[in-house]
């Protein structure tokens, strides 16, 4: 009988610290498992071997740079799937800071006085992938969640549509028995944020930055009013909001 070609994976990288990459190397007890059931074919982290051939890319990070628009435009044409792994692929993440002023003052900032020498710091606004082109699957968070990088790839390989989770992060935060950071004159955006996290954060003593993105239909003018009424100006309401994601407001 003829051997079953196993689904090819493949993992791409673009402008982030790739510690989502990290959390998938860190699943050593699941890895033999799936290694058993697909092939993976890049992986920069992990492997040297390169191929064009693949069922199903995730890719990290954000896009800052033409080149790497040209790139993610070519795995799009190549995979069947598309999942946008972590908060810098999924919303833009932390890279969206930069946008928030203009770009040839962040660059001096940055690099001093080389920083118009363009030809090397060709840096673009930041934009999350589906900015650029179409995503079938997030993962989300910074990083992301190992449970659900197993659920989702289970899903996919079992011809299922992964779940997504839209409920707030409050939610999660209860189930854990915290107690909710506004009893302890702090604040906090997870009433906004997507779950999924087990409200980790505040479990530890921190409070939650949305590093999840919104859930779909946030209430932010509810929760604005809710964090002025404790104390914070209109501007660091803004902060709040987008620490995580200032690229855009997306739903998903
Ligand atoms: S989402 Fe966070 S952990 Fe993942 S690559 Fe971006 S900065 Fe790193
Ligand atoms: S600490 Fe934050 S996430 Fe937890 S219940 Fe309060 S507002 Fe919600
Ligand atoms: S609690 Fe908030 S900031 Fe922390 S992991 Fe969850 S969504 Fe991200």
């Known amino acids: 009988m003829e051997k079953k070609e196993l689904p090819r994976l493949a993992f791409f990288s673009f402008t982030c610290c790739e510690g ?4 998938v190397l860190s699943c050593e007890d699941e890895l033999p498992d ?3 059931l697909v092939k993976i074919v890049n992986f920069r982290e992990a492997m040297d071997q390169k191929s064009d051939v693949y069922d199903i890319a995730f890719v990290e990070g954000s896009i800052t740079k033409a080149e790497e628009v040209r790139k993610l435009k070519k795995i799009r044409k190549n995979a069947r799937v598309v999942v946008a792994l972590g908060a810098c692929s999924s919303t833009g993440g932390l890279n969206c800071l930069k946008n928030r002023w203009p770009m040839e003052e962040v660059k001096k900032e940055v690099y001093g006085k ?3 020498r363009s ?3 060709a840096t673009l606004p930041t934009r999350a992938i589906d900015e650029i082109i179409q995503v079938d699957y997030y993962l989300h968070g910074c990083p992301i969640s190992k449970k659900e990088f197993l659920n989702l790839t289970t899903s996919l390989l079992l011809g299922k549509r992964p779940d997504t989770t839209n409920h ?3 939610v999660d935060c209860k189930m854990a028995g915290n107690t909710c950071v506004f009893e ?3 604040t906090c955006v997870g009433p906004i ?3 999924g996290c087990d409200a980790i954060c505040v479990t530890y003593g921190a409070i939650c930055w949305g590093c999840r993105g919104l859930v779909d239909n946030p209430n932010t003018d509810a929760h604005a009013e809710t964090l002025k009424r404790h104390g914070l100006t209109a501007d660091a309401v803004m902060r709040k909001f987008s620490l995580y994601g200032t690229c855009k407001t997306r739903k998903c």
């Open 184 to 186: 302890k004159d702090m």
């Open 119 to 121: 030809e090397l710091f």
């Open 20 to 23: 989502c990459q990290l959390v």
């Open 193 to 195: 944020t997507r779950a």
């Open 34 to 36: 799936i290694l058993s």
């Open 114 to 116: 080389d920083a118009l």
């Open 168 to 170: 707030p992060v409050c």
